[in-house]
């Protein structure tokens, strides 16, 4: 059976940097999750309080898009495909979907296994490591990383807010979209 395309061509969102209009959403607390460059799962777990949870839903080979592969500068096809969702106290808060070419598993075959520990974690105790900035997009419900992000979610959603970046482990790419989920308002309540 082929794999589904990790994203499609037809619903590619409107990504742009922080400094054009509308990049970024009005709410300001959304925002600060957004723009902050910080380790997101320490910010998770420092907003939680206690009973962080990361659940892997998938690593997979999957068909990738132009977009990804263009981004990953990849002629490769097909691109594992981490789906992770992070929570804290039982609220689903991020969706996380890390794209990595076969050039750059080849040279860090330690991404094949991270199990359930963050990629962030992983990363931070490398040496080389570098991140691009942030892109920015609204998504609407029917693009394939919302619709990956709320499976089995305890809300819907109209759309939700993205960001991407890439990260360069000496030099090899890793492409990650996170997708900032509607739990993010309870927790901050909190």
Sequence with gaps: MEPIEA???NDTPNWRAPTQPDALPDDPVLRGWLEDRGSLTRRL???GKRNFSLSVLGETMEVASDEDRRLLDSKDRRLRVRRVRLGCDAIELVFACTLMPRS???RHPWLKKLGDRPLGEALADRDSVQRTDFEY???APEHSLVSHAMQAADTTSGGLWAR??????????ILVYEVFLPGLARI???
């Excluded at 991407?164 to 790419?173: A, I, M, Q």
């Design 104 to 106: 750059t598993l080849l």
């Design 137 to 139: 997009a609204w998504i």
């Design 164 to 173: 991407r970046s890439r990260f360069l482990v000496d030099g090899s790419p």
């Design 188 to 190: 901050e309540a909190c």
């Design 7 to 9: 994203h499609s061509a």
């Design 45 to 47: 777990r420092e907003a």
